[in-house]
């Protein structure tokens, strides 16, 4: 051997030297199991550093590792994929064969290309984006804003103003009225005038979603938390509000263990998936809107106090169609306007019709009601004979009816002219006496009337 050549000693420093070169990961095993010899970008790769693991069995410190397989089976293996807390990465193993006996097993890491990481997150996004629109095809196609509100009425207009600073604050907003008045699209109106108006909108019915599944839309599921879900796991709807509105419609319908889930979830900003171990940081505002009485119901232990209080920090109440009749008019304009029909008249005994009626379904049962006027007249007048039956006057002649004997059209409408004053008057002598001098005949008139229309 000539001086050119490295002696044992060199040659064992030089292959150490080479060993940290490789830009991937290796650990040695004998044997026995036991780990000889591990480079630095093992420990950049894996987290596991030199004196964690040098002369200690390997499936005492990874006890997932499959390098000790191959002592047993002598054959190589390629491209498996590891993940161990949140490091992932791909091991090719192999023996180390001296004398055709297996002495020792060698592993090489390589952590994920980036390339890889990226494409996995471009899936996970596509992912994403495709439940959006999901949660987004539930919603009406155009995004309200407070323009859309039409009306003029005083306790209107103020809960408008309110609503307006209301959306420039991160707090959490309850919307009360009736159904029908507005509730969705003063909701939609305060996200799309708040700053977070270029993320989602994402409503959700919680009386709508049999309660069961509640839990798992909210807050979605990783994969395998359910025998029978989505294997890939699923994005809750606080996931899809991430930086935008989540608009819980009938708050007052959410199951109460579910209440406290939300209360925690509000408190402190994060939520875990079901199945799932980390908790996840959220950034969504909450809109919650009733049409339940909620204080009597935390009164009766049916909706969580302290959940009351977190989201009734701004109250907005929404005045019901009976107490702002004076809109009418302008919100029939709107619609009829909306509808492209704008050279349609409402006669004005079908106006006042509209205005005697109480509207419990209130905006929504005018829209309906409306709508089906539209459908109903031939002509360029809608007249009372179009309105929805529900929301004509119940007594006198209507010239759609059948055609009936004018006796039984004057029974019919004396009797219902009668029971409704006596509802007021109540049925008493002294009842009786105020509703024979209201109806404008003689308390012995009365008495005949109420015999002969057999009326108790
Ligand atoms: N002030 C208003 N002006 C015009 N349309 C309205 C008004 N309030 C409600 N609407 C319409 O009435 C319907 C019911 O409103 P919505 O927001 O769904 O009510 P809620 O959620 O309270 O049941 C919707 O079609 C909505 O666009
Ligand atoms: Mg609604």
């Not at 306790?155 to 707090?171: P, Q, S, W």
């Not at 950034?283 to 935390?298: C, E, G, H, Q, W």
């Not at 008057?425 to 005949?448: D, E, F, M, P, R």
Request: charged letters at 25%; proline letters at 4%.
């Amino acid at each position: 051997m000539g001086d050119s050549m490295l002696s044992q000693n060199q040659m064992v420093d030089w292959l150490e030297g080479v060993i940290e070169a490789i830009h991937d990961g290796i650990l040695v095993i004998d044997r026995s199991g036991t780990v000889q010899l591990i480079n630095e970008e093992y420990t950049q790769i894996t987290g596991v550093k030199r004196d964690q693991i040098i002369g200690k069995p390997l499936l005492q410190v990874r006890p997932s590792a499959k390098l000790p397989q191959v002592l047993k089976d002598g054959r190589a293996r390629e491209g498996v994929f590891r993940k161990e807390k949140s490091m992932e990465y791909v091991v090719d193993m192999a023996p180390i064969i001296k004398d055709d006996e297996v002495v020792g097993a060698v592993s090489v890491c390589k952590s994920i290309p980036e390339v890889y990481q990226l494409s996995e997150e471009l899936k996970r996004s596509r992912k994403r984006v495709q439940q959006l629109k999901q949660a987004f095809g539930r919603i009406h196609q155009s995004t309200y804003t407070f323009s859309h509100i039409i009306g003029q009425n005083k306790d209107l207009l103020h809960m408008i103003e309110r609503a307006k600073k209301a959306a420039a604050t991160n707090l959490s907003i309850l919307l009360t009225g009736e159904s029908g008045t507005g509730k969705e699209l003063v909701a939609q109106s305060i996200h799309h005038t708040s700053s977070r108006s270029s993320s989602p909108f994402v409503p959700v019915n919680c009386a709508a979603i049999p309660s069961a599944l509640l839990e798992s839309e909210l807050f979605g599921y990783e994969k395998g938390a359910f025998t029978s879900s989505n294997e890939d796991g699923k994005s809750g709807l606080f996931e899809l509000a991430h930086g935008g509105t989540l608009f819980l419609d009938e708050i007052g319908d959410m199951p109460v263990d579910l209440q406290s889930k939300l209360l925690r979830v509000l408190q402190e900003g994060t939520f875990r998936k079901i199945g799932g171990l980390e908790e996840q940081k959220v950034d969504v505002r909450i809109i919650a809107a009733t049409n339940k009485d909620l204080p009597s119901m935390v009164a009766n232990k049916k909706f969580r106090e302290d959940l009351f209080y977190r989201i009734n920090t701004i109250q907005l109440a929404i005045p019901p169609l009976r107490k702002r009749k004076d809109d009418i008019p302008a919100i029939l304009t709107s619609l009829l306007k909306e509808q492209g029909n704008t050279n349609i008249q409402v006669a004005p005994q079908a106006m006042s019709t509209l205005h005697q009626y109480e509207w419990p379904g209130n905006i929504r049962e005018l829209k309906n009601a409306v709508h089906y006027a539209i459908s109903m007249c031939e002509g360029s007048t809608i007249s009372v004979e179009h309105l929805p039956d529900t929301i004509r006057p119940t007594t006198g002649y209507r010239p759609t009816d059948r055609p009936r004997l004018l006796e039984d059209v004057l029974r019919d409408t004396e009797r219902e002219v009668i029971v409704s004053v006596l509802n007021k008057t109540g049925t008493s002598v002294v009842g009786k006496k105020a509703a024979a001098k209201q109806l404008g005949i003689s308390l012995a008139s009365l008495y005949n009337k109420l015999s002969k229309l057999n009326i108790t």
